[in-house]
């Protein structure tokens, strides 16, 4: 995560890095899962878009409020998206149950680790 003066908002929660590959892209990790993302607008360099990355089973989640949005800054992007990941976690987002994040986050360590071979 930049640490620019200009920036307001909170410090981050979780672990934010920055993308080796493009400048203006962060990732926000908890532990070994990455849940979120931030880039920057290349309409208006001023405001940042974030976006869930950790609900990969959630069927037309684009058609859902919660999962995405913009943001003044990358401290305010990461908030908002910590937030939702929070929310999410807690099963408060898209009338989804504890259970059902718990389904979705191990089907995912079974894909991450397919993926990689270790299955």
Same mark, same amino acid.
């Given at each position: 995560? $930049?640490? /620019? /003066?200009?920036?307001?908002?909170?410090? $981050? !929660?979780? &672990?934010?890095? !920055?993308? $080796?590959? =493009?400048?203006?892209?962060?990732?926000?990790?908890?532990?070994?899962? &990455?849940? %979120? !993302?931030?880039?920057?607008?290349?309409?208006? /360099?001023?405001?940042?878009?974030?976006?869930?990355?950790? *609900?990969? %089973?959630? +069927?037309?989640?684009?058609?859902?409020?919660?999962?995405?949005? !913009?943001? %003044?800054?990358?401290?305010?992007?990461? +908030? =908002?998206?910590?937030?939702?990941?929070?929310?999410?976690? =807690?099963? +408060?987002?898209?009338?989804?149950? &504890? &259970?059902?994040?718990?389904?979705?986050? =191990?089907?995912?360590?079974?894909?991450?680790?397919?993926?990689?071979? *270790?299955?």
């Amino acid at each position: 995560m $930049p640490d /620019t /003066t200009e920036d307001e908002g909170p410090r $981050p !929660r979780y &672990q934010w890095r !920055r993308d $080796p590959h =493009a400048e203006h892209i962060f990732a926000g990790w908890d532990g070994e899962r &990455q849940f %979120g !993302r931030l880039v920057r607008s290349m309409n208006d /360099t001023s405001l940042w878009d974030w976006n869930l990355t950790c *609900l990969h %089973g959630v +069927k037309d989640i684009r058609r859902l409020d919660g999962w995405s949005g !913009r943001e %003044g800054g990358t401290r305010l992007a990461a +908030k =908002a998206c910590e937030d939702a990941y929070d929310d999410a976690m =807690a099963g +408060k987002l898209f009338g989804m149950t &504890q &259970q059902d994040v718990a389904d979705i986050l =191990a089907d995912e360590e079974f894909m991450r680790k397919r993926r990689v071979g *270790l299955i």
